[in-house]
């Protein structure tokens, strides 16, 4: 989890930057953890967290109750969690989970059928590049060993052109794109121009 908690920062950055957090409803998509989760709460974003993993959403209870923090969160898909609340979000994340999931683009339909007109969907993914293959696979899983062996499949890292169609077909506007450098060494983050590996997106649902 420690590269998690390296990029957190970064992503409330990009988030806080375009979103006003306090009191706005918030559903993190795939929170694991609930590392994010817990940094939108402290915003006092009123916040939903769901994740498939049962194990990862009991952590991510036992933690909220440790930071003091009210958190609702719900182990199941995202598919089961559209049918059974019909609320509507200001704002919906979901990071590092698109590359992972069978069909990301029905994920981004139920997102976009989850969040209010004007709202947003920020979410982080891997762009598929010679260039991602070896660092986020060869160097990352093999070499460096900052994510565990077999976390990614080369062949469902998605193109920002993919992801920009897919998102125009579910009444989504692509507003910004930025790439994400992550130094495993220094631990250091930051936001570039180039998305040729990991990149954070900003979309409006229109």
Same mark, same amino acid.
């Given at each position: 989890?420690?590269?998690? /908690? ?9 988030? +806080? ?56 969160? /719900? ?12 609320? +509507? ?19 981004? +339909? ?41 976390? /990614? ?19 989504? +506007? ?33």
């Amino acid at each position: 989890m420690k590269t998690l /908690h390296d990029i957190n920062g970064i992503r409330m950055e990009f988030i +806080k930057k375009y979103h006003k957090l306090k009191l706005s409803k918030v559903l993190d998509v795939g929170c694991g953890g609930g590392i994010l989760s817990e940094s939108l709460a402290a915003e006092e974003a009123k916040v939903i967290g769901i994740d498939l993993s049962n194990q990862l959403i009991k952590v991510a209870k036992d933690h909220a109750v440790l930071s003091g923090l009210n958190i609702n969160y /719900h182990a199941k898909s995202i598919e089961n969690f559209s049918t059974e609340d019909v609320s +509507k979000f200001d704002l919906i994340t979901s990071m590092e989970l698109l590359e992972h999931v069978d069909n990301p683009d029905l994920m981004i +339909k139920t997102i976009s059928a989850l969040l209010k007109t004007n709202g947003l969907f920020i979410g982080s993914t891997i762009t598929r590049s010679i260039k991602s293959f070896f660092l986020g696979i060869v160097f990352a899983e093999n070499i460096a060993k900052i994510v565990p062996k077999g976390t /990614h499949t080369y062949e469902k890292f998605i193109r920002p052109s993919e992801l920009e169609a897919s998102l125009s077909r579910h009444n989504f +506007k692509l507003l910004s794109l930025k790439g994400i450098a992550y130094n495993p060494f220094s631990r250091k983050t930051k936001l570039v121009d180039h998305i040729d590996v990991n990149y954070i997106f900003l979309a409006k649902k229109i």
